[in-house]
């Protein structure tokens, strides 16, 4: 009987718990955004390479981070996860603070690992569809080249930009994502990812804190092509990946380079067709984290991977100028956010806290979205 009793203990504490759970996570939906916490489920595609099928982790019908898809936007943004806002919320991201300080409608048509061939085919096919007035292209110049190369000279539909008689490569920038052969308890953790916002809020928020500081004290030792920028006398506690920028800036690279020529290109009909629509188009240039810091990083030999810093440094410097000087050529408005970033990192933190993640926070994403409006209140005058 004592045996009976006990089982019976067990599972009415096991269903009591299992209902708390379930009535959290309702609650929670009511008073938070999926779309903030839910990871999305993403497929294959022989043009953009990946996207979302409609509706997946709280995203529109298109499979984009906004609340629905609208009749019509004053104002499209394009671009990647610096645009897409990853590691803030859906409201914390630049379209979505621009929406703000502008009053303008703002829709956003962004995507992780997205680069210019997804920026031009998603104006052809989605942006021209709402009608806007404005098209505002964000982009990173820490891997929009690679990418550029890597979809272009690795998906049949892009073969007529390749002009550099390279070999083909593999497309899959997202392979983590995307990568099916998993062992259980990551299939478990990747299900909960998709389908509780109760376990992304503690592993992306009470754990989040706890985590950061130790990655960023001890990120060298954890990932081994990080290195950390501490100046507490400064309010700065940073962690770099130089290795991998790098990779997509190298002006000695012939793939860094043809990525170049492509997204000259692309950037040149993407005006083009705007210009052709009646619609304004602006390039919004988002730097890299060590061209931010880059007043503490460079001739630092203090500082871990100083020699993968000052290439990074200096490779960046090279591409933004020739990026301006195709701009320039072409008549392509385009906003600078480097010097809004540094002279804002002065006084707050501008990126994730952690090791994990290059990406601006809420406030990085406000800078961005406050200097572009800015150059969009000059368009109205």
């Not at 708390?20 to 929670?28: K, R």
């Not at 550029?148 to 899959?172: E, K, Q, S």
């Not at 933004?320 to 050529?329: G, H, L, T």
């Amino acid at each position: 009987m004592k045996i009976k009793q006990v089982l019976i203990n067990l599972a009415i504490m096991l269903a009591s718990a299992i209902a708390g759970l379930f009535l959290c996570e309702l609650g929670s939906r009511l008073f938070l955004d999926p779309v903030d916490y839910l990871s999305p489920i993403m497929v294959r595609d022989d043009i953009l390479g990946i996207k979302l099928p409609g509706i997946s982790g709280g995203h529109d019908e298109w499979g984009f981070r906004n609340k629905k898809v609208p009749e019509a936007a004053e104002i499209v943004a394009i671009g990647d996860s610096h645009t897409y806002g990853n590691a803030a919320k859906m409201s914390e991201a630049w379209p979505h603070k621009l929406a703000e300080l502008t009053g303008k409608s703002v829709y956003s048509l962004s995507m992780g690992g997205y680069g210019p061939n997804q920026y031009y085919y998603l104006l052809k096919t989605k942006a021209l569809g709402l009608k806007p007035r404005l098209v505002i292209c964000g982009l990173y110049m820490g891997d929009d080249f690679d990418n550029a190369f890597r979809i272009t000279y690795g998906l049949n539909y892009w073969a007529f930009l390749r002009g550099a008689g390279l070999g083909n490569t593999d497309p899959d920038i997202w392979e983590k994502e995307t990568k099916t052969e998993v062992s259980w308890h990551k299939r478990i953790r990747n299900w909960l990812s998709g389908h509780s916002i109760i376990y992304k809020l503690v592993i992306n928020g009470v754990l989040a804190k706890i985590k950061g500081r130790f990655q960023v004290e001890n990120a060298s030792k954890i990932y081994p092509d990080t290195t950390s920028l501490i100046l507490p006398d400064k309010n700065v506690r940073e962690v770099f990946w130089p290795k991998a920028v790098l990779r997509g800036l190298d002006q000695e690279s012939p793939s860094v380079k043809e990525g170049m020529r492509i997204t000259f290109k692309l950037l040149h009909e993407m005006n083009a067709i705007c210009a052709s629509n009646h619609i304004e188009f602006i390039v919004a240039v988002i730097p890299t984290k060590e061209s931010v810091f880059s007043r503490y990083l460079e001739h630092n030999q203090k500082v871990a991977m100083s020699d993968y810093i000052e290439k990074v440094i200096a490779n960046e410097h090279l591409a933004r100028q020739a990026c301006f000087d195709a701009m320039k050529q072409d008549n392509i408005p385009y906003v600078d956010l480097l010097p809004a970033m540094e002279k804002a990192s002065e006084g707050e933190r501008l990126y994730f806290y952690g090791a994990s993640d290059i990406h601006p926070n809420k406030n990085g994403y406000r800078v961005i979205a406050e200097t572009i409006s800015k150059y969009v209140a000059t368009l109205n005058r």
